[in-house]
């Protein structure tokens, strides 16, 4: 999969628009995320840690 960063909002609009989770956004999601959610990267290891572990238990 090849990652592509975010740009959707990078350039000054003209007008506000609402928000749509579009194709556009879809492909650019993980990159979205990464970056807006702090410590996003780490939950997503702990809940496959602590998933592993249950599992194991």
């Known amino acids: 999969m090849i990652k592509k960063q975010d ?3 990078a350039k000054l609009l003209n007008e506000i628009i609402d928000f ?3 194709e ?3 492909e650019v999601f ?3 995320i990464q970056r807006s ?3 996003y990267g780490m939950m997503i290891s702990t809940i496959g840690i ?3 572990l249950k599992l194991a238990a």
Do not use: C, E, K, Q
Request: glycine content about 6%.
């Open 7 to 9: 740009a959707i909002y």
């Open 20 to 22: 749509h989770f579009d």
């Open 24 to 26: 556009r956004v879809a």
């Open 30 to 32: 993980p990159d979205m």
């Open 37 to 39: 959610v702090p410590g």
């Open 50 to 52: 602590l998933s592993n």
